[in-house]
């Protein structure tokens, strides 16, 4: 097991939000994963990002890097490339057995890293060896697994929970909208609906996260300051 030294440990939550155009929304066989990023016409959109100490988190920074806001898809991979090793950086001086970048939210391990991989390695972001160890070798903590056994209503068989169902165990009664609706905005031009919706997902995130630690009794100490990249 890893060791967590309050003093060099980073968790950084996001949340990315893809394009998947229209004739391959209603493909046959489509997965519920849709933006598979080898599909002519998928690209990135961006996504909303914060970085701190887990050990100091009050109301953290966070931060959108946006397509609309660079010359092309591969910019915007580049930036987010560079956000993560800004992230792996603050570890630096760690020992060997203390705990790697630690990345979270709500099925990342399924889509969010795999999409942001692959399409880093179409656009040739960087050499292949490198991607691999900025965006796979972080530890993931995915808040759809994670999230299991604290449903008072469980599956039948283990099985990862949506964005929904722990907002609603641990926030109270809201809902997320379904991926679709953020295509539609960027059929329409809504870029700025689409910001201040992946935002506000990834502040979801942060408060089922601290929800969890306080209902497990571990909670950390709250104080102020955090390790935000802008």
């Known amino acids: 097991m890893a060791r967590l030294n309050p003093e060099k440990t980073t968790i950084l939550f996001f949340d990315l939000e893809a394009y998947v155009p229209e004739p391959l929304r209603i493909r046959p066989r489509v997965p519920s994963l ?15 990002f914060s970085c701190c100490n887990p050990f100091q988190i009050d109301s953290p920074e966070i931060q959108g890097d946006w397509v609309w806001e660079y010359e092309s898809e591969r910019d915007l991979l580049a930036a987010i490339y560079s956000l993560f090793q800004q992230a792996w950086a603050t570890l630096e001086g760690k020992e060997k057995h203390e705990a790697d970048l630690i990345i979270a939210g709500v099925g990342i ?63 109270g009664d809201e809902t997320k909208a379904g991926g679709g609706i953020v295509w539609e905005m960027m059929d329409s031009g809504r870029t700025r609906a689409i910001e201040e919706r992946t935002v506000l997902e990834v502040q979801q995130i942060i408060a089922i996260y601290q929800a969890m630690i306080t209902l497990n009794g571990s909670a950390p100490a709250r104080q102020n300051g955090n390790a935000g990249l802008r």
């Open 109 to 171: 391990g399924t889509f969010d890293i795999p999409f942001l991989y692959s399409r880093a390695l179409i656009n040739s972001i960087a050499p292949p060896e490198d991607l691999y160890e900025t965006f796979c070798c972080c530890r993931v903590l995915d808040l759809a697994s994670a999230g299991i056994g604290y449903l008072r209503e469980r599956h039948p068989i283990p099985h990862p929970v949506t964005h929904t169902d722990l907002l609603k165990r641990f926030i």
């Open 34 to 48: 849709a933006a598979n990023p080898h599909l002519p016409g998928v690209y990135l959109i961006g996504g909303a």
